[in-house]
């Protein structure tokens, strides 16, 4: 299924090559900005029955444009950015189905085990997505963490996503090596989340046309979702038509 996004950059909704974002802001590569708001996106989701999205904060400045997403479209976003034990209800109660935590469950390179525990008993695993999102070294993944910069010593496998199946609602893993560039999805990312992930995951990076989210569709064995970013019509691209990913949605949650 086709997962839609709000990516928030300095306020704006923006696409942006992931491996170039960085806190000095320098080598910063932007593929689209929008001249609509947050919430034209939100309310353009609703219309169309779109649920499960994630609207994320990328860096500081973007809490407002955030807020009014998820007011657009109460209970159909997942949050993340910036989210800790401290706000993560507060985001709940400003209309996300679920948060979606990631740098602030790792410490000095490893998972918080303790952080993780407190943050699923404050909020329930269900309201919980965790952002797994990896880069490759040494032909392997590993979860990036602050704006995908810092590597960590956690490995995307099937004993790590068995592990903290239990401790969340679903996965979002960004391929940041191709994010944003519109060359392909990384379909050995997609087969790995198809074949050992216990629950829902949604992979997102490189997607280009429709072909690629009926590629994710199988070779993620109808488990993994897709989010189509810098490829798609409503965000400057050529490659895919929105129209076309609401279309395969219906086709899709119409088959028996």
Not at 28 to 53: C, H, I, M, P, Q
Not at 106 to 128: M, Q
């Amino acid at each position: 299924m086709f997962r839609p996004c709000i990516d928030l950059h300095e306020g704006q909704v923006k696409q942006i090559v992931g491996g170039s974002l960085s806190d000095g802001g320098t080598g910063l590569r932007t593929n689209f900005v929008s001249e609509k708001s947050a919430a034209w996106f939100a309310e353009l989701y609703r219309r169309d029955g779109l649920t499960g999205g994630h609207v994320i904060q990328l860096g500081p400045g973007n809490e407002a444009a955030a807020r009014a997403a998820l007011a657009a479209h109460p209970g159909g976003l997942h949050l993340g950015g910036g989210v800790n034990l401290e706000n993560a209800k507060g985001w709940l109660e400003a209309g996300a189905s679920h948060v979606i935590v990631t740098s602030w469950v790792f410490r000095d390179g490893r998972l918080d085990a303790e952080r993780l525990k407190s943050l699923v008993a404050a909020i329930g695993r269900e309201r919980l997505v965790l952002d797994l999102s990896c880069r490759v070294r040494d032909g392997k993944y590993f979860v990036v963490t602050d704006r995908w910069q810092k590597f960590t010593e956690l490995e995307v496998t099937a004993p790590t996503l068995a592990g903290l199946a239990a401790q969340c609602a679903e996965f979002l893993i960004h391929a940041v090596d191709v994010e944003g560039l519109c060359r392909g999805v990384d379909l050995k990312l997609v087969e790995l989340l198809g074949e050992a992930s216990p629950i829902p995951s949604t992979y997102a990076g490189g997607a280009r046309s429709l072909e690629d989210l009926e590629l994710v569709t199988r070779a993620g064995r109808g488990r993994v979702d897709l989010t189509i970013g810098s490829a798609l019509d409503i965000f400057g691209g050529t490659g895919v038509r929105y129209a076309d990913c609401v279309a395969f949605n219906r086709r899709a949650a119409s088959a028996p």
